[in-house]
């Protein structure tokens, strides 16, 4: 008797199996198929990008010899980094950086300046990215530029967490000297150089300026 039970039990649960298949069967297929084409489409993907790194690390490198200034080619080092920039990702973030130093050693200033302009309001980059390029522009302008609007770029650069807080400071310093604040400046250099934080040879440099302001 127990063996009629089980096996009306398992016809049932046969019974009810096919009615669930019947009703849900495509969805389940249909659902394995995505699985199977999305793992397939993710390492497809992934070996996509891992060449195409390959190739613009490549790419970089060979733009970055066209930079010598004795073998290479500004104006081909020029083109060639605008290409890599326009990949974006981070070797797009490098090639952007290095070009504008290209058109900095070849005394666009102006255009560097765009180029970091560029990358600041490049939400894609990364935020340190950015912040050095914000840096970059102002040590590149800090001779020729408003010492005003130089020292509000600095200013959310010399906050304690940022990673360019003691350069920015620096920076800062020295503007306040262009501006003739050399009571400001000489606060700046002081606090950099009792900061233990900060790098040796930047706080060797902002004590001596403070003792020669101070004299």
Request: no cysteine; aromatic share 6%.
């Amino acid at each position: 008797m127990a063996d009629i039970f089980k096996e009306v039990e398992e016809d049932l649960r046969r019974e009810k199996f096919e009615q669930l298949w019947q009703r849900y069967g495509r969805w389940v297929i249909a659902l394995a198929v995505v699985v199977v084409l999305g793992t397939a489409g993710s390492v497809a993907w992934q070996r996509y990008q891992q060449h195409r790194e390959a190739q613009l690390a490549e790419q970089y490198g060979a733009a970055i010899a066209l930079t010598d200034p004795s073998t290479g080619d500004l104006a081909k080092a020029d083109a060639a980094l605008a290409n890599i920039a326009d990949a974006g990702g981070g070797y797009g973030a490098l090639a952007s950086l290095e070009r504008a130093a290209v058109k900095a050693k070849a005394g666009d200033i102006d255009g560097a300046a765009k180029i970091y302009d560029a990358m600041v309001a490049d939400s894609t980059t990364p935020a340190a990215l950015r912040d050095l390029a914000k840096l970059l522009k102002v040590m590149r302008l800090v001779d020729s530029g408003d010492p005003a609007a130089l020292t509000s770029d600095l200013a959310p650069l010399m906050a304690p967490e940022n990673p360019w807080r003691f350069t920015a400071t620096e920076l800062t310093a020295i503007l306040a000297l262009k501006s003739g604040d050399q009571k400001h400046a000489t606060e700046l250099f002081t606090q950099l150089a009792d900061d233990q934080a900060a790098p040796s040879s930047l706080r060797a440099r902002a004590a001596e300026m403070a003792a020669a302001l101070k004299s």
